[in-house]
């Protein structure tokens, strides 16, 4: 009696403590309960990227089911294994257990086996049942594994869609390395939590499930007291605690993690992009140590979260011994005392004891999917920004021939900064248009807001007497074309660069374009002519040669529209004729908004908008604003003075 006193005695004061911690957690703070709710969203949506691999996930649960299944049954030898074979005991359910008659004449046939062949059948069945359990662990697996990279594809591309929608003001905001990092890193931990985390949460919850039947099996084949159970399975579960607490940290780690390594990237890029400004000013040791602290930084956040997670496998293994000694000492004494044999006993801590890798297991799967629960915040804080430039519902389609453009009474801001005020004028169709200003008057703010790559605070932009916001996007852009100062090309061929103005060209098409941008005759000259793969931002190519490409480009679009931004502003002098050449054949029969720093190029413009503080202050041809002695005037002579001194 006094072993029954003890497990007593055990049982209550466990209730007695989960009790006190059940009233304890009411003072919890309720931000904790929000930040519990709020990670669960995120993890329920994460989730919803299995959807479409649904089919993988049921097969793969299958098979972890069987896996648990062939454990279940490899541990439940154990009980013929100390009666029949090591205690030379028949093998008996209790008689108030009621059994399958099938199972009853398993037992029968196993009880008039020879104890040493019993042994030999036994040897025989745990190598095959290891060799299957192998089997099914290798193909749940690699269905995870498939499941996590299809998840993965599936965020990138989801992310990359997402991208293409959102409006420049976006970008202009974030740091390339932070999109590159959601991109690689946090979509990266997803994988990991798909792949591993899901797959042990639910291959562990099965075990748990099947090892917890085995357990039962146990205590009434063995006629175990329930008091024993009880206070055993109370025990079982405070392997949880250091869990959650770890888990909670380890999200935060996460985070920190993914915010070093977004500014790892850009420092990367920035680097890489600005090299020949990083030698000519010798800032290679500067850009080193930048470098060099914030990978030690990234290092440091690493291996905390690398000790927490190596740290709660020992720590709950020990919580785990812990619970398992407890159970020993107070379960020996019954053994002790003749309640319970020794048989019995060490069957029912085989039992007890595989309860507790499962948790092991489960909460390595509980910390990878915190880490993924802040990947995934960040990721889909990117994939909730809303889209900025918004299609009506009802949008019209543009089409041409175009009467007029006009800008009534058009007001700008960014970020709160007024940029261009009461902003108001006329276009007619084939009139050429020069802007010109100071820098930071808003000239090229101007120009983008006509294809709506930014949309009007307010006033409104009217296009054959057609709000813009009320047309469909692909149509009104695919009537104007822009070359701007910053040629910018793909890292592809020439080909493919020049057909990004009109996909499905032919041959003859490209060539034509290249050839009436004065492009045709370099090409040629290059490796695999068109061919050529020009790399990253046309590197390959000189100014004038990359801001030719960009012209074919645009005449290969053939826009009735076109803008122009300071397209010959950083070229030499025989790159500046030749260019110029090209855009006099782009002009032809087009609307052009014409941006230009050097006003020479702007002087035959049938019209010229003068842009000051983001207002137009004057507005004439060249001849006229001459005569006016305004700012056009002071900025020509300014120039003129320059070029001739």
Not at 39 to 45: A, F, G
Not at 595 to 605: E, G, K, P, Q
């Amino acid at each position: 009696m006094a072993g029954s006193t003890a497990v007593s005695n055990i049982l209550h004061l466990t209730l007695l403590h989960a009790t006190r911690g059940w009233n304890g957690n009411r003072a919890l703070d309720k931000n904790q309960g929000v930040c519990y709710i709020g990670n669960m969203r995120i993890y329920l949506r994460l989730l919803g990227f299995l959807k479409p691999h649904v089919w993988i996930l049921v097969t793969a649960s299958s098979v972890m089911f069987l896996s648990s299944c062939f454990d279940a049954v490899s541990l439940g030898m154990v009980i013929p294994l100390v009666d029949r074979i090591l205690a030379g005991k028949p093998i008996a359910l209790p008689s108030s257990v009621a059994i399958p008659p099938q199972l009853q004449t398993l037992i029968d046939h196993l009880n008039q086996m020879p104890p040493v062949e019993l042994l030999n059948r036994l040897t025989l069945a745990i190598i095959a049942l290891f060799f299957l359990k192998g089997a099914m662990v290798f193909l749940h697996s690699l269905l995870m594994s498939a499941a996590g990279h299809r998840v993965v594809r599936d965020v990138r591309e989801t992310i990359y869609q997402k991208l293409l929608t959102l409006s420049p003001a976006f970008f202009d905001r974030q740091q390339t390395g932070g999109i590159v990092s959601r991109m690689t890193y946090d979509a990266g931990m997803i994988q990991n939590a798909v792949a591993e985390g899901i797959t042990e949460l639910v291959y562990q919850t099965c075990q748990l499930v099947a090892y917890l039947v085995l357990v039962l099996v146990v205590r009434a084949y063995f006629s175990i007291s329930w008091s024993l159970l009880i206070a055993s399975l109370l025990l079982v579960p405070t392997v949880i605690y250091p869990v959650v607490r770890v888990g909670a940290k380890l999200r935060q780690i996460s985070a920190a993690g993914a915010e070093t390594m977004a500014d790892l990237n850009t420092a990367l890029y920035e680097t890489i992009s600005g090299i020949k400004v990083v030698k000519i000013f010798m800032m290679e040791q500067y850009e080193l140590q930048r470098f060099v602290e914030l990978n030690s930084r990234f290092y440091r956040i690493m291996m905390k979260s690398v000790k927490r997670l190596m740290g709660v496998g020992p720590v709950t293994e020990f919580v785990g011994i812990l619970c398992f000694a407890i159970v020993l000492w107070f379960g020996g004494r019954t053994v002790a005392t003749g309640e319970l044999s020794g048989g019995a006993f060490i069957a029912f801590l085989a039992a007890l004891l595989s309860l507790i890798r499962p948790f092991k297991r489960i909460s390595k799967a509980h910390n990878l999917n915190q880490q993924a629960i802040a990947a995934a915040e960040r990721i889909f804080q990117m994939l909730d920004q809303p889209v900025g430039i918004v299609e009506a519902p009802t949008a019209m389609d543009l089409r041409p021939p175009f009467q007029t453009i006009r800008y009534d009474r058009v007001w700008f801001s960014y970020d709160g900064r007024p940029v261009l005020s009461d902003i108001t004028f006329e276009v007619a169709p084939g009139e050429v248009i020069g802007i010109v200003g100071r820098s930071g008057a808003g000239k090229t703010t101007l120009v983008n807001l006509l294809p709506r790559l930014y949309d009007t605070t307010e006033g409104r932009i009217l296009i054959n007497g057609q709000d813009i916001r009320s047309l469909t996007i692909a149509s009104l852009r695919r009537q104007i074309g822009i070359v701007s100062q910053e040629a910018t090309l793909f890292h592809d061929t020439v080909r493919a660069n020049i057909l990004y103005g009109g996909i499905g060209a032919s041959h003859e098409e490209v060539v034509a374009a290249a050839t009436a941008a004065n492009a045709h005759e370099f090409i040629m000259r290059l490796p695999h002519g068109y061919d050529t793969v020009v790399g990253e931002r046309g590197y390959m190519l000189s100014g004038g040669e990359r801001q030719r490409l960009t012209i074919a480009r645009a005449l290969l679009k053939d826009p009735p529209i076109l803008i122009l931004d300071e397209a010959t502003s950083q070229l030499d002098a025989e790159s500046e004729r030749l260019v110029q050449e090209a855009i006099e054949r782009l002009l032809k029969g087009r609307t052009v908004f014409l941006i230009a720093h050097r006003l020479s190029t702007i002087r035959h413009a049938h019209r010229i908008l003068v842009l000051e503080g983001g207002v137009i202050v004057e507005a004439g041809d060249h001849e006229t604003l001459l005569k006016t002695g305004g700012l056009y005037q002071r900025l020509h002579s300014l120039q003129f003075h320059n070029q001739y001194a």
